[in-house]
């Protein structure tokens, strides 16, 4: 882990201390991975803020890029957790208010308002001077990050930020694509999904991760625990090309292994610009550029978070049906936004 222990919160130790539960401000609360932190974070005793544009008020990044637009919405809560992103560039919802401005904003509110302890979701594979490391989704990322630790270098936050490997689980829209292309008997891929490796998550695993870490060190209430601070990359236990991942999801699902065939250069560019036209797929040149620089980090740090072995790609499936069939946390349905913790 390159995260680092820092100073005991302050927040965070009075919620401990008092009585009502704590409550945590969780920007993205509507997204796929928002729905299952604001599930794993109730589960550990929580009350959840939801801020995104279908929450009450609603919380539009584009316009919220200054300190001021966050203050109300930080009152009371002992924890923020910023899970905003989008995979496009557009007019609409623009990288660098998203990815940056924004969420710049909302970390120094926090710093100005006393609430330490923030986590955001960044992603893995950001850094580097290839391709990928260039893209606007890269680019903007960084700038978050940056200042996140820069603040809590500064001593004014105890900031996190997570770079998950590809995240799988029920609502994904990355997880919904590779679903559909295990079910096809040919598997036509970019050369790069023979080449480079993924390291797959399930997006239960890093839910309880974001819930543990913003329960410490409330939920130890030990004087002198220290939360996590600084960058983390988590990944899942193992590390495979996109092609293997989705023959394991094949697998899983007991069909015989599909035929691969890879995809000539020029196709795979003409199928990304393709998915560049159409807003809500997540194939397109960008995400080409990303998977080709492969996205895996050491295994150790997820286990050694949640207390237990994370959920190999292997056990996705099965997980998957298993959590439908209890209606676990992990699948319930969004409620609108709407929350117990509504700003005030
Ligand atoms: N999924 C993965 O495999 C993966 C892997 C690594 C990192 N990540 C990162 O994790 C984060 C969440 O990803 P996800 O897969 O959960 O994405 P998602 O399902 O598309 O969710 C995105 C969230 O951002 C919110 N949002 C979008 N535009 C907004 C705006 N203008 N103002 C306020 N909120 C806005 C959406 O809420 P509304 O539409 O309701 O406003 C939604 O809650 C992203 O930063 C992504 O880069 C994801």
Redesign the pocket.
Do not use: E, N, Q, W
């Given at each position: 882990m390159s995260a680092q222990a820092a100073t005991p919160s302050a927040a965070s130790a009075a919620s401990a201390a008092s009585a009502a539960p704590p409550l945590a401000l969780l920007?993205?609360?509507?997204?796929?991975?928002?729905r299952h932190i604001a599930c794993a974070l109730r589960a550990a005793g929580w009350q959840v803020r939801p801020a995104?544009?279908?929450s009450a008020p609603a919380?539009?990044?584009?316009r919220a890029t200054h300190a001021s637009d966050w203050q109300p919405l930080l009152q009371g809560a002992s924890a923020v957790i910023n899970?905003?992103?989008?995979?496009r560039d557009s007019r609409a919802?623009p990288m660098q208010a998203?990815?940056a401005d924004a969420p710049c904003a909302l970390f120094e509110a926090c710093a100005a308002s006393g609430v330490r302890r923030v986590i955001h979701?960044?992603?893995?594979g950001i850094d580097g001077d290839g391709p990928a490391a260039r893209t606007p989704y890269a680019r903007t990322?960084r700038q978050a990050e940056e200042r996140l630790l820069a603040l809590t270098a500064q001593g004014r936050l105890d900031g996190i930020a997570l770079r998950?490997?590809?995240?799988f689980g029920a609502?994904?829209?990355?997880t919904r694509l590779f679903l559909a292309l295990a079910r096809l008997p040919v598997l036509a891929l970019p050369r790069c999904a023979f080449t480079a490796r993924v390291q797959p998550l399930a997006v239960w695993d890093l839910a309880e991760a974001v819930a543990r870490l913003a329960a410490s060190p409330a939920a130890s209430h030990a004087a002198n625990a220290r939360p996590l601070t600084g960058l983390l990359e988590l990944a899942g236990p193992q590390p495979l090309t996109l092609a293997a991942y989705i023959q394991q999801l094949r697998a899983s699902q007991g069909r015989p292994p599909a035929r691969a065939l890879a995809l000539p250069a020029c196709i795979t560019r003409a199928s990304a610009r393709l998915g560049d036209a159409l807003p809500f797929s997540p194939w397109c040149t960008q995400s080409l550029h990303l998977l080709s620089a492969g996205n895996v980090a050491s295994p150790a740090a997820l286990p050694e978070l949640l207390g237990r072995p994370a959920t190999a790609p292997a056990q996705f499936m099965q997980a998957l049906a298993a959590a439908a069939q209890a209606d676990a946390p992990g699948v319930r349905k969004p409620q609108n936004?709407r929350d117990e913790g509504g700003a005030p």
């Open positions: 920007c993205g609360a509507s997204g796929f991975i928002g995104s544009r279908r919380v539009d990044y584009t899970a905003v992103g989008v995979l919802r998203l990815h979701i960044s992603a893995l990322k998950p490997s590809l995240v609502g994904g829209a990355s936004g």
